[in-house]
C-alpha cells in the first residue's frame, strides 16, 4: 500500500523541489490523521506547494495520472475530512498564507487558503475590522479549511457561518482547470448563480480555493461578557429560550455542563467557574455601548428569574478573556479525562435542548461512557464530547455506539448530525439516516459537475450508492474503521 | 394556460408526465431579476396555490414555508410573533428566493442566500430531494439549496423553504435625506456603509438631474437610532419601500454589483444623465439608452463590476469567469439534463 512511488515522485519533485515533497513513512505519520482520530490512514505523499500555479500544476499532474488528492489545511478538521480514504496525495496548504489584499472601504479581504483564521483578524485589527467566524480553533485553524467545512463558531448565533462572510474564491478545478467562483463585489452577479454558497463545505471534494475573497466586519464599540451559573441545565437551557424570548441577539450564548466545569477548573485553563454549578451560560453582547448597557441589564434581570447561583459580568479585554478562558481551553482539558476525546457535533432545535440533553444523558449510562457537554446553545449545537481510552477496543466501540444514538436523538428532534464539523468520513453512513437516496443522488450530481473523475478527495461527505443497506447493516463501516484502528494500534 | 399544481405530488406528477417537454416555472418575486424569452413549447407552472405556511417556530427563530405564501402574508404572521424576515423583496416567498433582485440591503445585512437553510424540491425530471435542514445550523451534505438563490426557477423547484428568521427590532425607523451634491451623498453612504449597528438598509439615488438623496432604515434601540441620526443627519421619514428606477420605451434597465471603492469610478464612466440606485449591499441600478447598454457591460470589469440588462429579453451580461460560467452549465445539465425548465 505504501510502496514508494518513483516516478510520480520525480515528477512532483520536479515542479516543486525535493524540500516540499514528503514521501518517507516517517514523515508522513503528521498527516495520518486529523482531529478525528479514530480514523487514520498515510497519504501516499504530501505536497507543499506556495502559489496557485504550484497547485494547479500539481493537480494538472495527480489528474493526468488518475492518482486521488485531498487538499489539506492545518488537520484541525473533527470528522476526518482531510483523511485519506483511498491511497491519496495529500496537497497541504499552509505555505499558502499571505493576505493578499485589504479594502476597508469595501469591508474585505483577499487571502491565501492557509491564512490562520486569527491571524486574518490580527492583520486587520488596526483598521478596526476583524473576522467573524470564530471556530474554537481559530488561533490554529485555516481559512481555507474554515470554507471547506464552513465552520462556525461561537459568534454564528448573531454573525453566521463561514458562507455568510465569503463573497468567493479563486479555485483549482479537480481537473486542474481554474474557476473564479463570486467576486469582491458580492458573491453572485445578477446573473450568476451561487457557486461560493454550493463550494463553501463541500469539504474539499469540489477542488482547492487557492485565493478565497471574505467579508470582514466592523468592531463594535463595546463587548461584555456575562456568566451566569445555575443549579441546574434546565435552568440553563431556559434562560437561553427568554433570552431569544425577548428579541435579544447576543453575539454568543455558550453553556458549559458540571463535568466540563470540574475540568476546565482542574486544568491551565482555569476561569473561576463555580464547580458546585450543574451548568454555566456564557453570553456575549456586542454594539453600541449605550445599547450594550441597556441589553446588560435586560439579561441580568432575566438572569436573575431562573435563580442563578452567581453572576458575573466582565467589561475589560482582561475581564472578558478570563471567562472565555474556560470555554475556549474546554476541548484541551478534557485530555485530563482520558485518553482520547470524540467530540461530536449534533444540532437539534433550540427550543428542544433540555429534552436533548436528558436523553444523551441516558444513551451515555446506558453505554457507561464517560460524557461532558459544551455547547453553542443560541444555535442549538451541541457538542456531546466522550472522553475514553483509543487503546481500549470495547470503550471505543461503546463510544461509537454511543455517539451515533446521539445523532439519532438529534435527528429524531428535528435537528441536524452536524452543526460545524461536517461529515468526512466520520458520519458518512449517518447521511443516509438524515437524507433519502434521492437527496443523496441529486448531491452526488452537483458534485459530479465539480469532480466529474472523483479523485478529489473520494470517499468524503457522501456514502456510497448502497448506502441505505449499509446502514441497515450498521455498524458495518465504523467497525471497519475500528478494525483499521486497532490493527495499527502499534502507530500510536 | 397555466398549471397549477397544489401540492408537491401534482408537481412531480406534472413534471414525471413528460407531456410537457418545456416549463417555465412562474414565481411572483420584488420583480422579474432578467427577462427571460419563452420558448413557444413551454407550459408555464405557477406554484402559487401551494400557499401554506406550513411550521413556524419563533423559540427556534425559524419556519417553514411553501413557495406560494405571499411575502406580506408571512410578514404578518411573523409580526405576531415579533419576528421578521430580514431581506427586501415582495410577491411569494418563492419567487423572491428564485429572483434575488435586490441582495443585501446594507453590508452585512442579511440576503436571501443567508435565510435560506435549506429546502424541499423537485427536479425537473419529477424526482423529489430535500437540501439543508429546517434548523438554523447544518453542514451536513452539500449546500444545493444555495443554488436555488438567484436560479429563477431554471434549476429546480422548491416546493418547502425553511427559512432563519430574525427577531424585530426594539426601534425602526426610516429616514431620507434630499438635495444632496454627489460628494456629500457618497460620504454619507459610505459612512453609513461602516456603522457596525442600526443601519439595516441604506440606498443612494442620483436622478437624471443629477440631484442626490439617500434613503434607508434604521433598526435596533431607540437611543442608538437616535445616536445615528443625529450624527449623519438623518431625518425620519415615511418608509416608502426600496426605491426602484423604471426604464422607458428606448432605454435599458441595468442592474449590478459593484464595491463601494470602485463607486467613483463606475458613475464617471456613466452619462450624466443616467439616474443611478445603489443598495448598501452592493447591488445597483441605472437605466441607460439601449444603444449604450452593450458598450457599457463591456466596460463592467473594469470597474470590477458585473451586470446585466433586466429590461432587454436573455441578456448575456457582463461575461462571467469563463470557469464558472463552465460549471454553471455543468450543474445546469447535471439537475436538469433534457433542458426541461426553460
Given amino acids: ?492 | 394556460m397555466t398549471q397549477r399544481p397544489t401540492s408537491r405530488a401534482e408537481l412531480q406528477d406534472l413534471l414525471r408526465s413528460r407531456r410537457h417537454p418545456r416549463v417555465r416555472l412562474l414565481g411572483s418575486g420584488s420583480r422579474p431579476a432578467m427577462v427571460r424569452r419563452v420558448p413557444s413549447d413551454a407550459t408555464f407552472v405557477s406554484l402559487a396555490a401551494m400557499d401554506r405556511i406550513e411550521r413556524l417556530e419563533p423559540g427556534d427563530l425559524t419556519c417553514s414555508v411553501q413557495p406560494g405564501v405571499l411575502r406580506h402574508e408571512l410578514d404578518l404572521e411573523l409580526r405576531r410573533h415579533g419576528l421578521e424576515l430580514p431581506c427586501a423583496g415582495t410577491g411569494t416567498i418563492g419567487g423572491l428566493f428564485a429572483a434575488d433582485d435586490i441582495g443585501p440591503l446594507a453590508p452585512g445585512a442579511p440576503a436571501p442566500r443567508n435565510l435560506l437553510l435549506g429546502l424541499e424540491g423537485v427536479l425537473a425530471d419529477g424526482t423529489p430531494f430535500k437540501s439543508g435542514a429546517r434548523v438554523v445550523k447544518s453542514v451536513a451534505g452539500f449546500d444545493v439549496h444555495k443554488l436555488f438563490v438567484g436560479s429563477q426557477g431554471r434549476l429546480f423547484a422548491a416546493t418547502l423553504l425553511h427559512l432563519k428568521l430574525r427577531p424585530l427590532p426594539r426601534a425602526s425607523c426610516a429616514f431620507g435625506v434630499r438635495n444632496l451634491s454627489l460628494a456629500d451623498a457618497l460620504a454619507k453612504f459610505a459612512g453609513l456603509r461602516q456603522e457596525p449597528a442600526g443601519v439595516h438598509q441604506v440606498t443612494l439615488l442620483r436622478d437624471a438631474a443629477g440631484a442626490c438623496m439617500l434613503a434607508g432604515r434604521l433598526g435596533g434601540r431607540a437611543s442608538h437610532l437616535a445616536a445615528l441620526r443625529t450624527r449623519f443627519s438623518l431625518a425620519e421619514s415615511a418608509d416608502a419601500g426600496p426605491l426602484q428606477l423604471h426604464a422607458e420605451a428606448g432605454h435599458e434597465l441595468i442592474t449590478g454589483i459593484v464595491c463601494c471603492s470602485r463607486l467613483n469610478g463606475l458613475l464617471a464612466d456613466l452619462p450624466a444623465a443616467a439616474p443611478f440606485l445603489m443598495h448598501g449591499g452592493g447591488r445597483f441600478w441605472t437605466v441607460l439608452p439601449t444603444p449604450q447598454v452593450a458598450p457599457l457591460l463591456s466596460r463592467m470589469p473594469t470597474h470590477d463590476a458585473h451586470a446585466v440588462a433586466v429590461s432587454a429579453a436573455d441578456s448575456p451580461g457582463t461575461a462571467l469567469d469563463p470557469g464558472a460560467a463552465t460549471l454553471t452549465t455543468a450543474i445546469r445539465h447535471a439537475l436538469d439534463p433534457r433542458g426541461v425548465l426553460a
Avoid at chain 1, 519533485?13 to 482520530?37: H, K, M, P, Q, Y
Avoid at chain 1, 492557509?114 to 486587520?124: H, I, S
Avoid at chain 1, 463535568?259 to 454594539?287: K, N
Fill in chain 1, 1 to 492: 500500500m505504501f510502496a514508494p512511488m518513483p516516478a510520480l515522485e520525480r515528477r512532483l519533485t520536479d515542479l516543486l523541489g525535493a524540500a516540499r515533497v514528503i514521501t518517507a513513512r516517517d514523515a508522513l505519520l503528521a498527516w495520518e490523521c486529523d482531529g478525528f482520530t479514530v480514523h487514520r490512514a498515510l497519504p501516499r505523499a504530501v505536497v507543499l506547494p506556495e502559489s496557485t500555479a504550484e497547485v494547479q500544476a500539481i493537480v494538472q499532474l495527480l489528474h493526468g495520472e488518475n492518482v486521488p488528492f485531498v487538499p489539506r489545511g492545518a488537520g484541525t478538521c473533527l470528522s476526518g475530512g482531510p483523511t485519506p480514504s483511498v491511497p491519496a496525495v495529500v496537497i497541504e496548504l499552509a505555505r499558502m498564507k499571505r493576505v493578499l489584499h485589504v479594502s476597508p472601504d469595501d469591508l474585505l479581504a483577499v487571502v491565501q487558503p492557509g491564512v490562520v483564521n486569527l491571524d486574518l483578524t490580527l492583520a486587520v485589527q488596526h483598521l478596526g475590522l476583524h473576522y467573524a467566524p470564530d471556530p474554537s480553533s481559530q488561533s490554529v485553524c485555516t481559512i481555507g479549511g474554515n470554507l471547506a467545512e464552513n465552520s462556525g463558531g461561537p459568534h454564528c448565533f448573531k454573525y453566521g457561518m463561514t458562507t455568510d462572510h465569503m463573497l468567493g474564491a479563486v479555485v483549482v478545478l479537480p481537473d486542474g482547470s481554474l474557476a473564479r467562483l463570486g467576486q469582491n463585489a458580492g458573491p453572485r452577479a445578477p446573473h450568476a448563480l451561487d457557486l461560493p454558497g454550493v463550494f463553501c463545505g463541500s469539504e474539499g471534494t469540489f477542488g482547492i480555493a487557492t485565493e478565497i475573497m471574505v467579508r470582514l466586519s466592523r468592531d463594535q464599540e463595546s463587548v461584555r461578557t456575562l456568566l451566569a451559573a445555575f443549579a441546574t441545565m434546565t435552568a440553563a437551557c431556559r434562560t437561553v429560550g427568554d433570552i431569544v424570548a425577548a428579541g435579544l441577539v447576543p453575539a454568543a450564548l455558550e453553556i458549559l455542563d458540571q463535568a466540563t466545569i470540574r475540568a476546565v477548573e482542574a486544568s491551565v485553563y482555569r476561569a473561576g467557574y463555580p464547580e458546585d454549578a450543574a451548568a454555566v451560560l456564557l453570553v456575549e453582547i456586542d454594539g453600541p455601548r449605550q445599547v450594550v448597557d441597556e441589553e446588560a441589564a435586560e439579561i441580568r434581570g432575566l438572569f436573575l428569574a431562573r435563580s442563578p447561583l452567581r453572576i458575573e459580568e466582565a467589561s475589560t479585554p482582561a475581564e472578558r478573556k478570563r471567562l472565555w478562558k474556560g470555554r475556549k481551553g474546554a476541548f484541551g482539558a478534557m485530555g485530563r479525562l482520558n485518553t482520547d476525546l470524540y467530540v461530536l457535533d449534533g444540532v437539534v432545535p433550540r427550543t428542544r435542548l433540555v429534552e436533548a440533553l436528558d436523553r444523551i444523558h441516558a444513551i451515555a449510562e446506558r453505554h457507561g461512557v464517560l460524557l461532558t457537554n459544551v455547547f453553542h446553545a443560541g444555535d442549538g449545537n451541541l457538542h456531546p464530547n466522550i472522553s475514553y481510552d483509543g487503546r481500549d477496543a470495547a470503550q471505543t466501540a461503546r463510544t461509537v455506539a454511543a455517539g451515533r444514538e446521539i445523532l439519532q436523538v438529534c435527528l429524531d428532534l428535528g435537528g441536524s448530525i452536524t452543526g460545524e464539523h461536517g461529515i468526512g468520513s466520520e458520519k458518512l453512513d449517518y447521511m443516509a439516516l438524515m437524507y433519502d437516496p434521492t437527496d443523496l443522488e441529486v448531491m452526488a450530481r452537483v458534485r459530479t459537475a465539480f469532480n466529474p473523475s472523483g479523485l478529489c478527495n473520494p470517499g468524503k461527505v457522501l456514502p456510497t450508492r448502497n448506502a441505505c443497506a449499509e446502514v441497515a447493516k450498521w455498524p458495518k463501516m465504523v467497525e471497519r474503521v475500528l478494525d483499521d484502528h486497532q490493527r495499527r494500534g502499534g502507530d500510536r
